[in-house]
């Protein structure tokens, strides 16, 4: 088996400059955790760990003397990362670890020097690799032999794990959905089953960060299911009681779009909740994982599919939906109708509305209130209904009327309202 790791970004310049800054005293500094499993796997990786005997405070200096530009936190530096800055890249630098005491929820730690130990404490076994600058491999967990038989186990005992941090519950699905090929690991599945009913003293922005994760894998659903079987969904969303909408979503995406976290969690509650008229359970869910504003709108927005995104409307139709609703909340509508309704021999006119979706640039609307004002209309609330009754006229219209065609009509409206 392949005991050196390879891949791009070791060593390009940015990266190259890191190390030397870092190892500039001798010490033995090596990249850890997930850009080491993705580099194994041929994958990019979205983040370059890197982990290193020395204190924060000795990295910050080594990194300062280099020109290294860096960002810390509170928190950060207490639990010993440094960010480094360089190319265009970040770095997170973090000094070993061991835990001395942990609740479930927060660890405090002491670092160390010693690999192994620092090793010891990381969850899954594919995450407890590290990688020295040179590429050699150290894997003391056989993480690298999980990772090619597609098998996410937990570093040690499972539930010893768990009770360390909660969370690792939701991490054990996450990781799962990614990287793990047929049944789930027996153990793992025991402890986190046995561990369920811990998992609402984690902080909503935690559970949200991790299922936003797993919803975006490329299947989430047999992950999603394993949890619902368990009983470790049931304490995440009680209100969802299948993933069949969820599915279908999924295998459209596949062929038609992006994979959406946001959405894919939508359908799981239209799997619940779909021709209902009671949507409160989606309020409570954005508020117990602290959705952002905009996530928690545009869930909302999803649930509210209209009745008329059918096989039956015509271009036209679509195209004023689109100037009202605009390109990627259409888009999101199709899909989501799509996975829902399911219709027979509706792939060809769905596919058609993706394509006129995506290649759609609202038209601009010609006229202004400036416009309205040159009327001789007082300034006013009247300024802007008139002008939206002229903008509705030109949508029913499919856009065609030009500046000319709208100024008459707007002087009919204005001549109208004075008689009345």
């Not at 630098?93 to 609740?103: F, H, N, Y």
């Not at 902080?203 to 368990?230: H, N, Y």
């Not at 509305?353 to 209130?369: D, N, Y």
């Amino acid at each position: 088996m392949e005991h050196t790791v390879h891949a791009p970004w070791i060593t390009a310049p940015a990266t190259r400059a890191v190390i030397d800054a870092l190892t500039a005293d001798g010490a033995d500094v090596r990249f850890v955790g997930g850009c080491v499993r993705d580099a194994l796997l041929g994958r990019e990786s979205a983040d370059i760990d890197i982990g290193t005997p020395d204190p924060p405070e000795r990295v910050l200096a080594l990194l300062e003397n280099a020109g290294i530009e860096t960002r810390t936190v509170p928190r950060g530096i207490e639990h010993g990362t440094v960010t480094a800055l360089a190319g265009g890249e970040r770095y997170e630098i973090t000094t070993l670890r061991r835990d001395e005491r942990t609740d479930g929820r927060h660890a405090e730690v002491a670092f160390t020097d010693d690999w192994r130990e620092d090793a010891a404490r990381r969850d899954i076994t594919i995450n407890a690799m590290s990688a020295a600058p040179d590429g050699t491999l150290y894997d003391y967990f056989g993480g690298q032999e999980d990772l090619k038989a597609g098998r996410v186990r937990f570093v040690g005992d499972p539930a010893t794990r768990i009770a360390e941090d909660h969370l690792r519950i939701l991490r054990f699905f996450r990781f799962d959905a990614w990287y793990g090929r047929g049944e789930p690991d027996d153990d793992a599945l025991a402890a986190c089953k046995d561990a369920a009913r811990t998992i609402p003293s984690l902080s909503g922005e935690r559970v949200q960060a991790e299922m936003l994760k797993l919803l975006a894998a490329p299947d989430p659903v047999p992950a999603i299911e394993t949890m619902r079987e368990i009983g470790v969904l049931a304490e995440l969303m009680p209100e969802v009681q299948g993933t069949e909408y969820l599915a279908r979503l999924v295998a459209i995406e596949n062929n038609h779009a992006e994979a959406d976290p946001v959405r894919r969690l939508t359908s799981l509650m239209l799997d619940t909740y779909y021709g209902a008229s009671d949507f409160a359970a989606l309020s409570v869910l954005v508020n117990r994982w602290r959705l952002s504003g905009d996530d928690g709108a545009r869930l909302a927005a999803l649930t509210d599919l209209p009745a008329a995104l059918n096989d039956d409307l015509d271009a036209r139709d679509l195209r004023a939906l689109l100037y009202r609703l605009g390109s990627d909340r259409v888009r999101d509508l199709i899909l989501m109708t799509w996975a829902v309704q399911d219709k027979a021999g509706s792939e060809t006119t769905r596919r058609a509305m993706m394509e006129t979706a995506r290649a759609w640039q609202a038209p601009a609307f010609p006229l202004t209130g400036s416009d309205v004002l040159a009327q001789g209309v007082d300034a006013g609330p009247k300024v802007g209904q008139l002008l939206k009754t002229v903008e509705d006229w030109w949508i029913e219209r499919d856009f065609a009327p030009d500046r000319t065609a709208l100024l008459e009509r707007l002087d009919a409206l204005v001549a109208e309202s004075r008689l009345g």
